[in-house]
């Protein structure tokens, strides 16, 4: 069983910054076999894909709004994932959570296994 727990949301103005962690663990499965996506979700809104990173780490991949705003690591010896953000607009504010899947990411939330409980962003004009 697969394990996320997100954590670092929190309040910030406009034009802040936060770093958003990842937790992983799981009985059997590495860390280092998944592909890991962060997605938002706005009330009222849809999940949206914010940004993915490959198993490795070598490769990331960011929805054109959020790139160069935001950056996805990882760092596969803490079984843990990041999301630096450089907030610009209220329009950031979401509840974040992190994602996980077996194989090549993705940007659509269907293709992912599992699911952080997800951790609340609110920033201020």
């Known amino acids: 069983q697969v394990q996320l727990v997100e954590s670092g949301g929190g309040a910030v103005p406009a034009g802040g910054s936060l770093r958003l962690s990842c937790a992983y663990s799981?009985?059997?499965?590495?860390?280092?076999?998944?592909?890991m996506s962060w997605f938002r979700q706005a009330p009222g809104k849809t999940r949206e894909f914010v940004a993915a990173?490959?198993?490795?780490?070598?490769?990331?991949y960011y929805a054109v709004s959020m790139k160069g705003r935001f950056t996805i690591t990882r760092d596969n010896a803490k079984n843990t994932m990041y999301l630096q953000m450089n907030t610009r607009k209220p329009d950031d504010t979401a509840v974040y959570y992190c994602a996980a899947k077996v194989g090549q990411y993705s940007s659509s939330w269907s293709d992912y296994n599992y699911w952080g409980q997800g951790t609340q962003v609110t920033v201020s004009s």
């Open positions: 990173i490959s198993a490795s780490g070598s490769s990331t």
């Open positions: 799981a009985s059997r499965r590495a860390f280092s076999l998944y592909s």
